[in-house]
């Protein structure tokens, strides 16, 4: 596991929590949780493959997509829910968060910033669509659909009534400073910890 939000999302999981992994893949991260922090963890997926292999793992995995708005769970089911690097990939990214914080006392996003110098500079000077170790694809077989800046997702998390808990960023080395006071800008990705305002 070498993407780095993902070492921060395990940071952020208390030890024993009920973990709700959304799109997990073949399970590899929720395993990692079940290991190193003790979490009683589900994982939902829409991928058999990916089904067949978290099974494999001794996961608990549900089959959903999760733009049909997870109804199969109910409200504070668990400690955290995760999403890493999906949202997105999401047909209605602000329903899910909402769902998100209902599910689960405390959510925790991962997204790769669209709004990062690089970006803006590849877009600007080239005309085209970027790509990046973060977004590797081209714009024609990507699955992000809704491209979002830390700044969009702030100011989101505004509009739906949610609560930022914590802002960690990932930036270059030489960048890390500017990624934490300009993550706009500087951030190639931004995770974050959140949960109902008030809660």
Not at 32 to 49: N, S, Y
Not at 192 to 199: D, L, S, V
């Amino acid at each position: 596991m070498n993407r780095l939000d993902l070492k921060t999302v395990l940071a952020w999981i208390t030890p024993g929590s009920r973990v709700l992994d959304l799109g997990c893949g073949d399970g590899t991260f929720l395993a990692r949780l079940r290991e190193e922090r003790g979490a009683h963890g589900v994982g939902v997926d829409i991928d058999p493959e990916n089904l067949i292999a978290s099974v494999s793992k001794g996961l608990d995995v549900v089959q959903e997509d999760i733009n049909d708005g997870l109804h199969c769970f109910t409200t504070n089911s668990f400690d955290v829910v995760v999403l890493a690097h999906a949202l997105q990939e999401l047909t209605h990214p602000h329903i899910a968060l909402q769902r998100m914080v209902d599910i689960g006392d405390e959510a925790i996003v991962s997204f790769p910033n669209f709004g990062h110098w690089r970006c803006r500079a590849h877009l600007g000077l080239k005309g085209r669509m970027p790509m990046s170790r973060a977004m590797p694809r081209h714009w024609y077989d990507t699955p992000n659909i809704h491209f979002c800046t830390v700044k969009d997702f702030e100011s989101l998390c505004s509009e739906l009534k949610i609560d930022i808990v914590e802002r960690a960023t990932i930036a270059g080395p030489a960048q890390a400073l500017l990624g934490r006071w300009f993550p706009n800008l500087f951030a190639s990705s931004a995770i974050y910890r959140i949960r109902r305002a008030g809660a």
